[in-house]
T-cell receptor
Framework: QKEVEQNSGPLSVPEGAIASLNCTYSDRGSQSFFWYRQYSGKSPELIMFIYSNGDKEDGRFTAQLNKASQYVSLLIRDSQPSDSATYLCAVLTRGYQKVTFGIGTKLQVIP | DGGITQSPKYLFRKEGQNVTLSCEQNLNHDAMYWYRQDPGQGLRLIYYSQIVNDFQKGDIAEGYSVSREKKESFPLTVTSAQKNPTAFYLC????????????FGSGTQLSVL
């Protein structure tokens, strides 16, 4: 079992719709959870982080964490073509020893 | 402006050659990291350093070496022992000694001639 699992996609959504990206992790003691956005050929950029169970909202983005089920998700409301990118889920392991990344989900927003 | 600078943007390695990738940051961050990204495999940790003159191996350290003589600099050498070096290499830094929010450089694409 991979430590952090994501569907590689592509996930296609029409412009203006809600995009839902999901991630599961294996280490129940994981501390912190991050979502990075990566455009093709560019470096990842942190867009959301969440530490506690529940929802965290920042503009059009909402991160959701459920530690009991060991999943974290990212919702993008009113999706725009500029949101088309690969979204990487990252998990900070217990003891803050390292961050493990998923393979990323490619999102395509169709105009 | 503060940030992380990686150079060169593109690098070509001949067989048997060692090459060094540069990473410099002026964010005053204590921790620095090197990741490798291959298509479809996400980011994998090569080495990390939480303080000057100290560094630890990540998940795929074989064939690589690093140094951390200055807080601002964390160069990565890809040695001839790394048989499959073609990848996108990313340097990152974070504020604390833990792996908190990572700030990435623009990356170096390494290819084999």
């Amino acid at each position: 079992q991979k430590e952090v699992e994501q569907n590689s996609g592509p996930l296609s959504v029409p412009e203006g719709a809600i995009a839902s990206l999901n991630c599961t992790y294996s280490d129940r003691g994981s501390q912190s959870f991050f979502w990075y956005r990566q455009y093709s050929g560019k470096s990842p950029e942190l867009i959301m982080f969440i530490y506690s169970n529940g929802d965290k909202e920042d503009g059009r983005f909402t991160a959701q964490l459920n530690k009991a089920s060991q999943y974290v998700s990212l919702l993008i409301r009113d999706s725009q073509p500029s949101d088309s990118a690969t979204y990487l889920c990252a998990v900070l392991t217990r003891g803050y020893q390292k961050v493990t990344f998923g393979i990323g989900t490619k999102l395509q927003v169709i105009p | 402006d503060g940030g992380i600078t990686q150079s060169p943007k593109y690098l070509f390695r001949k067989e048997g050659q060692n090459v060094t990738l540069s990473c410099e940051q002026n964010l005053n961050h204590d921790a620095m990291y090197w990741y490798r990204q291959d298509p479809g495999q996400g980011l994998r940790l090569i080495y990390y350093s939480q303080i000057v003159n100290d560094f630890q191996k990540g998940d795929i350290a074989e064939g690589y070496s690093v140094s951390r003589e200055k807080k601002e600099s964390f160069p990565l050498t890809v040695t001839s022992a790394q048989k499959n070096p073609t990848a996108f290499y990313l340097c990152a830094s974070s504020t604390g000694t833990g792996f908190e929010k990572l700030f990435f450089g623009s990356g170096t694409q390494l290819s084999v001639l």
